[in-house]
């Protein structure tokens, strides 16, 4: 039996992980079996298409789209000829960032002693190095501490008398 060379497209990384749900963000996914042509793909995140900017036999870049409403996440990428890539649980992520006034509908972040609600679909990260302390937090969708981006030591301070997860996730540290 002769190996033709084609290898099934699989996705090894995704760079960055977390984007912004205004979309513009630019993403790199690297895996095997790419196509270097970018009119061979069709990628979309949470349904919403990325607009494909850069593309190599290991690598393709798109640019987000802006991300309305409370949305599933979901990574598709299509490679024409190749079918889909296999993508390792490996997934861009839309998100709200604390630090962001947007996320508080254009107001300020909570206080001391508030309770905040994450609901199901919204991707909270948490980029801060202190908050307040708070009441309650009740999060059915995500709630995201990324690791400082240089220095592994950093901190960051979360304070809630209650934290409830329902059917959501909790995101600390790193493996």
């Not at 870049?61 to 599933?72: M, Q, V």
């Not at 390792?88 to 300020?108: H, R």
């Not at 190095?129 to 301070?157: K, Q, V, W």
């Amino acid at each position: 039996m002769a190996f033709d060379g084609s290898i099934t497209p699989l996705l090894t990384d995704v760079n960055p992980r977390y984007g912004t749900v205004t979309g513009g963000d630019s993403v790199t996914f690297t895996g095997l079996g790419f196509s270097a042509n970018t009119a061979d793909y069709s990628i979309t995140l949470d349904g919403i298409n990325c607009l494909v900017t850069a593309a190599s036999s290991t690598s393709v870049t798109c640019t987000t789209g802006k991300r309305p409403g409370l949305i599933p996440t979901s990574t598709v990428i299509y490679i024409a000829g190749k079918g889909l890539v296999s993508n390792q649980g490996l997934v861009f992520t839309y998100a709200n960032f604390w630090s962001n006034d947007k996320t508080w509908g254009g107001e300020f972040a909570p206080m001391e002693g508030e309770t905040v609600y994450i609901p199901s679909g919204l991707n909270l990260v948490v980029d801060v190095d202190r908050t307040p302390r708070l009441n309650t937090i009740l999060c059915e969708g995500s709630i995201i501490f990324l690791p400082h981006p240089t220095n592994p030591n950093h901190e960051r301070y979360f304070d809630a008398m209650n934290i409830f997860v329902l059917n959501g996730r909790f995101e600390a540290g790193t493996e």
